[in-house]
């Protein structure tokens, strides 16, 4: 079977643009019967760099030529063609995309590209929307064979090469511009995708001049991870025949063992769970996160008992895009999840959470008080809901101050740091808390958002959060008004209200411009929102 990649030049002059399109043409036009898989580079109908705006008119009126000369190309020489080019994949909504033609030149499929650089969301304008939930790693399937998909910036993400792998592509089709790279990282970056999808890569890259030491290099790697055929700077078509294309390297699974697939030896002990937490289940970080949102104080505490692993689940699987929990200390200094320092309230406790260790505190009913249903439940440990719940959701981290002195004990907001990083969730949360808990987390952990809360001075939470370099606020009812949120916006301070459990007033506070609205009964109030 001949793989074949064009390779055509990267323009420099807008004069010159077009003509690398049509050369891109000229090369499908070109592609004869023995061809049987042919795979076009990034931006074949735009490859160039283009200022702000540029790019997508520019696109639209090569798009109709260049698709037109691949269909004709998949019918001509009984051939599976693959062209990446700016896409119109929606009304007005444009994409990186790479599209399959099937041997009669039909549409087979479409993948979108996964992880776009800065210049295509912000110069070229592409939508980056989709990106933003998991989806399956796509795979169009011809004639029975299996093809993946990678564009240029996607082969940087190894955890994005294993959830390719474990989709079982027999071709990867990596479309590629990577006009900064050296060519013995791009022959490391696809040996590596070939071995761990134990797959063919066949790669289509951008001539940057046939004296420059980066990018090009179109490429065809083996599942063994042998480099097949590499074209340099070169311009034009570079082809490799195959083999099976479904051929997979096979290896002993361990020293000695039984014959199996390479992608096997690996999946079969990857242990997804210690990783990165990752997948559908994982939302976008603070920074990232749209407004408004709703925050579940306490978790969704009006169906079960506040700040437990069961309040926090019912939230965040109807959807909160936020948690607010209460963090205090126990004696033998582990941070627990609770908000009253007195025990009575929310078990069959007494005492002073501070005045406990961990030990003594789980032997206490957390769950009773809320309903016999809940009996048992035991008091949650910041770990706890960080094992079970980091990067579910952002959350708003209320640091109870029983410290003395002007500052919350820099070595109990040092703990919490770790675990934040421990557990991968320092773009998912925020600090909220007195000016005390600000300037320590300011001190320790200065990247990390900061709330500034309305106590003691609640009239003058701006003017307070201004001087912590807070991002957002957090009012308190009745200590807020419309001047107070324009002040804060002025500021780029996000607004919090704590709280509203009254859908009929959503609309209102968000009429303020309120962008994070707390509340205790969750799914009314985010049905009002909605």
Not at 400 to 407: A, N, R, T, V
Request: proline letters at 4%; hydrophobic letters at 40%; a negative charge.
């Amino acid at each position: 079977m001949k793989l074949c990649a064009i390779q055509i030049p990267f323009i420099k002059r807008a004069s010159e643009i077009e003509s690398s399109v049509d050369m891109a043409i000229a090369e499908l036009n070109k592609c004869d019967a023995s061809c049987d898989i042919i795979l076009t580079p990034e931006y074949t109908n735009a490859p160039a760099a283009f200022p702000v705006g540029e790019c997508i008119p520019f696109a639209q009126k090569m798009t109709p030529k260049l698709i037109a000369a691949a269909r004709a190309a998949a019918v001509r020489c009984n051939a599976i063609v693959a062209v990446n080019y700016i896409c119109e994949a929606e009304a007005g909504l444009f994409r990186n995309t790479t599209e399959v033609f099937d041997r009669q030149g039909n549409s087979a499929g479409r993948f979108f590209k996964q992880h776009l650089p800065r210049a295509e969301k912000n110069v070229n304008l592409l939508d980056e929307e989709y990106t933003r939930k998991f989806r399956p790693a796509t795979i169009v399937e011809v004639d029975g064979i299996r093809f993946g998909f990678l564009i240029c910036y996607d082969t940087y993400f190894s955890e994005y090469v294993s959830l390719l792998a474990h989709a079982r592509p027999d071709v990867v089709l990596v479309s590629s511009f990577q006009r900064a790279e050296r060519k013995d990282i791009l022959r490391m970056q696809n040996v590596h995708l070939a071995f761990n999808c134990n797959a063919y890569v066949l790669r289509a890259s951008v001539s940057m001049g046939s004296d420059s030491p980066l990018g090009g290099n179109s490429m065809v790697v083996s599942p063994e991870g042998e480099i097949l055929c590499e074209f340099g700077n070169q311009l034009g078509r570079m082809a490799c025949t195959v083999g099976d294309i479904k051929h997979k390297y096979m290896r002993s699974n361990s020293f000695g063992g039984s014959m199996i697939p390479n992608n096997m030896f690996m999946e079969q002990a990857r242990a997804t769970w210690a990783y990165r937490p990752c997948g559908s289940m994982t939302v976008e970080g603070d920074s990232k996160m749209d407004y408004p949102r709703i925050c579940a104080h306490r978790g969704f505490n009006t169906v079960a008992p506040e700040n437990s692993l069961a309040a926090f689940g019912a939230a965040i699987a109807l959807g909160a895009q936020e948690i607010e929990l209460d963090v205090r200390f126990t004696l033998d200094g582990v941070p627990v999840v609770a908000h009253d320092s007195d025990l009575a309230r929310v078990s069959n406790g007494s005492g002073m959470i501070e005045e406990k260790t961990l030990e003594e505190l789980c032997k206490y009913d957390f769950g009773s008080r809320f309903s016999e249903r809940f009996a048992n439940l035991r008091i949650a440990t910041l770990e706890d809901v960080l094992r079970k719940f980091a990067r579910h959701a952002i959350f708003n981290l209320h640091l109870k101050d029983s410290d003395p002195g002007d500052i919350y004990l820099l070595h109990k907001m040092e703990k919490i740091v770790k675990m934040l990083y421990d557990f991968d969730q320092q773009e998912h949360v925020y600090f909220m808390g007195s000016d005390t808990v600000m300037k320590s987390a300011l001190a320790v952990a200065p990247e990390i958002p900061r709330c500034m809360g309305a106590h003691p001075d609640p009239w003058n939470i701006v003017d307070r959060a201004i001087e912590y370099k807070c991002s957002k606020v957090q009012f308190f009812l009745p200590y807020m008004n419309q001047d107070m949120i324009d002040k804060a916006h002025a500021n780029n301070i996000k607004c919090n209200l704590f709280y509203c459990d009254d859908p009929a007033k959503v609309k209102a506070y968000l009429a303020m411009k309120i962008d994070t609205i707390l509340t205790n009964d969750y799914l009314s109030v985010a049905q009002a929102m909605n």
